[in-house]
């Protein structure tokens, strides 16, 4: 089973990395077949599937012979584990809520790979990208709630304490973006934060948003020093939010039991 979602993570990877190119070019995500950037040779099917093509044409295209960027295997790679990890950990054959909670957890990590990989590269999180996560998360929890047995009290669902932890978070980001006129933070960061605080719920949000800071602290503190990166030059910290989530969606509740003193 849980190979099963590995490879499904590899097909969604592939289809990501179509997403990542177009969000880059402004071409819709469903116009033509995927082409070489060098040569612009329309790419055949063979030479087109996840990870395996990329080993045999050992990196490079088959007509022009131009490196193909590691993003492609990278992306392809990291959601068929994630993928595959979700499906062991949340997957129960037979169970609805196991199934919600499943294509919940797939979906919101398929959005939270397009913000990581985007924001790294183009210092911007994409706003359909954001959109997507937003909805699937909000729909997922009215699901789990509605679909939930015994369905509890609405007020102490799910997507009650999302719509707290989203708040919270947004206004949070918010005023860390108005009062440093964006130079810590970009407009972008707080919408990633709307969503955090959604998927997560208010519970989590202050382990996932140390967490986030934690390491955005740390990997900046590394890049100073190994001389990458000037004071104040400028470094998405979008990544590390959306990294933040997907680690607490799989460890929440353990980091939860951890740091219960801020729980109720
Ligand atoms: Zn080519």
Request: net charge positive.
């Amino acid at each position: 089973m849980t190979f099963l979602f590995f490879i499904f993570g590899l097909i969604i990877g592939s289809f990501l990395n179509v997403v990542l190119f177009r969000f880059g070019t402004g071409e819709t995500v469903v116009s033509g077949r995927s082409r070489c950037n060098g040569c612009e040779k329309t790419i055949a099917w063979y030479d087109n599937i996840p990870l395996l093509s990329f080993v045999f044409l050992r990196g490079k295209c088959r007509s022009c012979g131009m490196g193909i960027s590691w993003q492609y295997p990278a992306v392809e790679s990291a959601t068929a584990i994630l993928f595959a990890f979700a499906g062991k950990t949340f997957f129960i054959p037979g169970n609805l809520e196991s199934a919600i909670a499943t294509v919940f957890i797939l979906g919101l990590i398929a959005s939270l790979v397009v913000i990581f990989v985007y924001d790294l590269s183009h210092m911007e999180i994409p706003v359909s990208a954001l959109v997507f996560g937003s909805v699937w998360t909000a729909v997922s929890l009215f699901c789990l709630w509605y679909f939930g047995s015994p369905r509890g009290a609405f007020i102490d669902s799910r997507l009650v304490e999302g719509v707290i932890g989203s708040g919270i978070a947004f206004a949070l980001f918010y005023a860390l973006v108005y009062f440093s006129k964006e130079t810590w933070m970009g407009e972008g960061d707080a919408w990633l934060a709307l969503l955090l605080g959604l998927a997560l719920g208010w519970k989590l949000l202050l382990p996932a948003l140390t967490l986030a800071f934690g390491t955005g602290a740390l990997v900046g503190i590394v890049l100073m020093l190994r001389g990458k990166k000037g004071m104040g030059s400028p470094m998405p910290f979008g990544p590390f939010l959306a990294a933040s989530v997907i680690f607490m969606l799989f460890f929440g509740t353990m980091v939860g039991r951890a740091f219960g003193f801020f729980l109720i």
